[in-house]
């Protein structure tokens, strides 16, 4: 018997089917999800979670006429394969393959790009008044979890929202279960709303009533629903915020759902409408029900039994050599706290919190408060670790300048997840972190090449108190070399010299460094002798090491995990101020390019950037052959 998801490419044909037959195809588009991130690996407890309401969704609504925006797109792939992407859905995450969150060029399903938490609001509004200018009625509708929606963003959209009494649906996907447990007062708040069966019955109950009497009668006694409502709830937020509050429903009853949402959609109700949907992460797949984080992101997986395929390595992660190392420090230090914003397991600190739970602090998807907060501690002679995602510290820049660096509040910033990530893509590669922190004055920034230069930046960052600072480590495992102890320092701004040659010179800034030593072996080879730097300070430069190394070969190069304007910017700024290029020196910055990498394996993302072995052999020779001159126009008439 043929599958009836096999007859559906895109939205239309779901709608082609009747209500009956819908559960049929959830059951037969969480088989297929479980079947297809068992070979990609990614996001599976969150797409589980959803599959009925994704169905629910398209059925009702005219997509892409109306418009469905997923926050954090974690939960995405069940839309992927019912919107014309089904044959591609096995290339997810893959290198050319299909993005792991909604993207705008890959489908106009996908109105706007996710990845990041507790946009989908504010996107959907702007998207809305947009329809409302242009006179056109079609729908808008955003799907946001119990853990993006406790965001400030989230409260500052719904908040314009309600004022501006827009047209928008907004489906609050709660699951009780965000990537860690959820953090703060608006989850406690969903939580008591639901605990009691008095709101169900006195619900049903009113419902019952009210279908007896007269269309009439029942305009009149709405009213009285609202009143008794917020009699029985002490009145919802969503309601003082200008929200019309449906629920909480069942998000796994796609009947009823599709139902609610046919109401919703014929409703004549001006103003946004949210709808409270309970739902359960990895709901289907019993592996993913039993484990304490739901499936959040897998590797490739056993679908019988659920084990997963995980990389060997005799390194311990940079992450790991992170969060023991700080523990080691709190051990003789109860000044050093702990910080992290909803990611205590991605960032180590779930290490940090066994060892030392009143002094660790998980602020939710909140990485504003989560900066100013470690400010305020700072302030009373506290030493805070912010260990937060590059890419997600891009969200607090503000925070970062004003409140700390303009303050030279000592607040230590762990910066995991530098460079390139690999399969998550472009919207959580820590490309830009070095660029936009060594913009700031008196701002210390580190880069670690190794798991043993990571420990030491720790140490060194526990003894700054004077400033703030930061320290970047790449994602995945270390190069397996033996940890110094606790008490091994870092000077600060300076540099060290790991190879010494005659010809030219590298000057690498974090991880890069064994692709350098490769290179080097390489051109050894070929008779030309490098000297290695290993700069460590991207701020402040060991200007003296650089200008040592500078003024004594022919050819200086750069390199760097970021983007343009970073470490290779300020040498270059640095030798221009000296006058070294008058010389003759020749001068090349190799760092990430100035486009958004799509997802890859890491290795063959940092192929096409141009920062490996072979691609650094090819700049150094090229650079020696090189021989341009620029003419000098002296006493020339330039006008």
């Not at 990571?454 to 400033?467: E, F, G, P, Q, Y």
């Not at 995990?561 to 190799?590: A, C, P, T, W, Y």
């Amino acid at each position: 018997m043929s599958r009836l998801l096999d007859q559906i490419e895109y939205p239309a044909d779901l709608r082609k089917l009747n209500k009956d037959q819908l559960e049929q195809v959830s059951k037969e588009l969480r088989e297929e999800l479980i079947d297809v991130v068992s070979e990609t690996g990614g996001h599976l407890g969150a797409g589980l979670g959803v599959v009925e309401l994704t169905i629910a969704i398209h059925y009702v609504f005219n997509t892409p006429k109306d418009k469905l925006v997923w926050d954090v797109g974690h939960q995405c792939y069940p839309h992927k394969i019912i919107t014309g992407r089904k044959k591609l859905i096995r290339t997810l995450r893959k290198g050319g393959g299909l993005s792991g969150f909604t993207k705008r060029s890959e489908s106009e399903y996908d109105p706007f790009g996710a990845a990041h938490s507790s946009t989908s609001i504010s996107s959907t509004l702007g998207m809305a008044v947009a329809k409302k200018l242009s006179n056109d009625n079609n729908n808008v509708v955003a799907v946001i979890g119990d853990g993006a929606i406790s965001a400030g963003m989230a409260y500052e959209a719904m908040n314009n929202a309600g004022a501006l009494k827009s047209k928008l649906i907004v489906i609050l996907n709660d699951n009780d279960m965000s990537i860690a447990r959820p953090v703060g007062a608006m989850s406690k708040y969903l939580a008591k709303l639901l605990s009691g069966k008095m709101y169900f019955s006195l619900r049903e109950t009113i419902k019952l009533i009210l279908s007896s009497f007269s269309k009439r009668f029942s305009r009149k006694t709405g009213k009285a629903e609202d009143l008794l409502r917020g009699l029985v709830t002490g009145g919802t937020l969503f309601s003082e915020l200008g929200f019309y509050y449906i629920g909480p429903i069942d998000g796994h009853d796609v009947t009823n759902l599709v139902t609610i949402l046919e109401n919703v959609k014929n409703s004549k109700h001006e103003g946004p409408i949210l709808i409270h949907a309970l739902t359960q992460k990895g709901k289907g797949y019993k592996p993913a029900e039993e484990s304490g984080d739901k499936y959040h992101g897998v590797t490739k997986f056993n679908v019988a039994t659920g084990e997963q395929v995980k990389s060997k390595s005799n390194a311990p992660s940079y992450t790991k050599i992170f969060a023991e190392t700080l523990v080691k420090h709190a051990s003789q230090d109860t000044k050093i706290i702990g910080i992290t914003g909803a990611m205590p397991s991605g960032t180590g600190m779930d290490i940090f919190e066994k060892k030392f739970p009143e002094r660790m602090f998980d602020v939710g998807i909140a990485e504003q408060h989560a900066v100013t907060f470690a400010a305020g501690l700072a302030t009373e002679g506290y030493k805070p670790f912010a260990a937060i995602y590059s890419t997600f510290l891009q969200r607090a820049y503000d925070q970062v300048v004003h409140d700390v660096a303009i303050q030279s509040l000592p607040v230590r910033f762990a910066i995991d997840r530098a460079g390139l990530v690999g399969a998550d893509g472009p919207t959580h590669a820590g490309s830009f972190d070095v660029t936009y922190l060594s913009t700031l004055p008196n701002f210390v920034v580190m880069a670690a090449s190794d798991e043993s230069e990571l420990v030491k930046m720790v140490n060194t960052a526990v003894k700054i108190n004077d400033r703030p600072c930061a320290f970047r480590y790449p994602r995945g495992n270390g190069v397996g070399i033996e940890l110094p102890d606790i008490n091994e320092t870092l000077e600060i701004g300076k540099g060290r010299i790991v190879r010494s040659g005659k010809h030219a010179a590298i000057i690498s800034l974090g991880a890069r460094l064994e692709e350098c030593k490769k290179a080097a072996e390489v051109l050894s080879t070929k008779g030309i002798e490098l000297t290695i730097v290993d700069a460590r300070f991207a701020k402040p430069l060991d200007e003296k090491l650089i200008m040592e190394v500078a003024t004594t070969h022919d050819a200086v190069v750069t390199i760097e995990e970021g983007s343009i304007g970073g470490f290779g910017s300020h040498v270059s700024q640095l030798l221009s101020d000296r006058g070294v290029f008058d010389n003759g020196l020749k001068f090349r910055s190799m760092m990430l390019p100035d486009v958004f990498l799509d997802q890859d394996t890491p290795d063959a993302m940092y192929q096409k950037a141009g920062l490996d072995s072979s691609s650094i052999v090819n700049k150094i020779e090229d650079l020696l052959k090189s021989n341009i001159i620029v003419a000098k126009n002296k006493n020339k008439n330039l006008n």
